[in-house]
């Protein structure tokens, strides 16, 4: 069994919020794998031990350029918060965004081979960003991106720099912008719940029946009746589809008025929405968590070997 280390357990609160010990057992039932220990947490915690989940791990900005039905989104990434509000480094996520929306190249090594100076530095993207990499003093990368032009109607909304949305619809632009807006806040998963993704579905539904069959171990303990099979599997399956709905764009709760669902605000604005792009910067992304007094003991221990 591997070796559960104070970053590991200090990582997985900050995902959690869940308290120390429990990260460490968590942990240790999972044999170090953060992302089981994570799914343990929820079984024994229920949704307190996600609403951390959404926290940023990476540095960075989202920019979008948005023209008529042509548009794209992009993230990229720095070290630091410092840099990501460095005008150079905003100029080249600006200039990023645009040239996937002109270009429509096919990834980003073809991004970066497009034609483009700032700075000094040129004649590439990649020219750029290594050039800007030297003059700044940090790492910096093109995470991810995402382009339409497929004829749709395009509404945007970002949040500062670090939550990026554009949503392709046809109708009321207006009502289309309230979506996006929505996006940022909510953050569903996807527009309806039949695109749910099949592994978040089947998370849910094993924790759902971990849930069960912990508490039926309880009842059993206590001496009390437990729930047969079948009542069981409808508790499992009532908690997946609470899930979808919680998660699927269209049968949540609009945010500007939680009476009706983003689907029934849309029907009433005569709106459809084709499909959304929603970017958090660092989101997924595992950020380094330095042990400075591990670092200042190995340190010290260098300098009495020389």
Same mark, same amino acid.
């Given at each position: ?173 207006? #009502? +289309?912008? *309230?979506? &996006?807006?929505?996006? @940022? $806040?909510? =953050? %569903? ?22 849930? #069960? +069959?912990? *508490?039926? &171990?309880?009842?059993? @303990? $206590?001496? =009390? %009746? ?81």
């Amino acid at each position: 069994m591997p070796a559960i280390t104070a970053s590991m357990v200090a990582e997985l609160r900050a995902k959690t919020d869940a308290p120390m010990m429990e990260c460490k057992k968590a942990l240790t039932e999972a044999d170090g794998d953060i992302a089981r220990a994570e799914e343990i947490l929820r079984v024994k915690l229920g949704n307190k031990a996600g609403k951390a989940a959404s926290r940023i791990t990476a540095e960075g900005v989202v920019a979008a350029a948005v023209e008529g039905a042509t548009g794209a989104l992009v993230e990229i990434n720095c070290e630091t918060d410092f840099v990501s509000k460095n005008d150079s480094f905003l100029a080249f996520a600006k200039a990023t965004a645009q040239l996937v929306a002109e270009k429509n190249p096919a990834d980003v090594a073809a991004l970066g081979a497009l034609a483009y100076e700032q700075d000094g530095f040129g004649p590439t993207l990649e020219d750029v960003r290594k050039g800007l990499i030297g003059k700044i003093g940090e790492n910096m990368s093109i995470r991810r991106f995402k382009r339409y032009a497929g004829g749709g109607q395009l509404a945007s909304y970002l949040h500062g720099t670090r939550i990026g949305v554009v949503v392709e619809f046809e109708g009321d632009a207006v #009502a +289309a912008k *309230d979506v &996006a807006m929505h996006v @940022a $806040a909510m =953050k %569903p998963k996807a527009l309806a719940a039949s695109e749910v993704p099949a592994d978040l579905v089947e998370s849910e539904r094993r924790i759902a029946a971990e849930k #069960a +069959a912990e *508490d039926a &171990a309880a009842a059993t @303990a $206590a001496g =009390k %009746p437990v729930q047969s099979p079948e009542i069981v599997a409808k508790r499992v399956e009532g908690s997946v589809q609470k899930f979808l709905k919680e998660v699927s764009l269209l049968n949540q709760a609009f945010v500007k008025n939680d009476k009706q669902t983003v689907e029934q605000m849309l029907k009433a604005a005569g709106t459809t929405v084709k499909g959304f792009t929603l970017y958090v910067v660092g989101e997924g992304i595992e950020k380094k968590v330095d042990d400075f007094a591990a670092e200042v003991a190995a340190q010290v221990a260098a300098a009495k070997g020389q």
